[in-house]
């Protein structure tokens, strides 16, 4: 079992950076590929980023690629989702999954355990 919480959210202005962290309970965190989604109102819950169980693989959907990076944690158990140059289109509620696997993993369907999410609103 593992229990994900999310921090770091905010309201920023279009340009702004946040930083958002996600805290998982577990001994095992190491074995567990990590994921960041976002839902906006009245939106589908979507892909942002993902970061294989040893940090070295990475993957970006499109819309945050060159201004959006993942990154991990082991030993503290944290994964972080560093967001430069915000967009207004970037508001969502911002959710960390986890799955335990070794490779990078971006359909929602295949993450097992999902944190509360953190409120991200970018004002223009």
């Known amino acids: 079992q593992v229990q994900l919480v999310e921090s770091g959210g905010g309201l920023v202005q279009a340009g702004g950076s946040l930083r958002l962290s996600c805290a998982a309970s577990?001994?095992?965190?190491?074995?567990?590929?990590m994921g960041w989604f976002r839902q906006a109102p009245g939106k589908e819950r979507e892909f942002v980023a993902a970061?294989?169980?040893?940090?070295?693989?990475?993957y970006y959907a499109d819309s945050v690629k060159g201004r959006f990076t993942i990154s991990r944690d082991n030993a503290k158990n944290t994964v972080f989702l560093q967001m430069n140059t915000l967009k207004p289109e970037d508001t969502a509620l911002y959710y960390c999954?986890?799955?335990?696997?070794?490779?990078?993993?971006?359909?929602?369907?295949?993450?097992?355990?999902w944190g509360q999410g953190t409120q991200v609103t970018v004002s223009s």
């Open positions: 970061v294989s169980w040893s940090g070295f693989n990475t």
């Open positions: 577990g001994r095992t965190f190491s074995s567990y590929a």
């Open positions: 999954a986890a799955t335990y696997t070794k490779v990078v993993l971006t359909r929602e369907e295949t993450y097992t355990y």
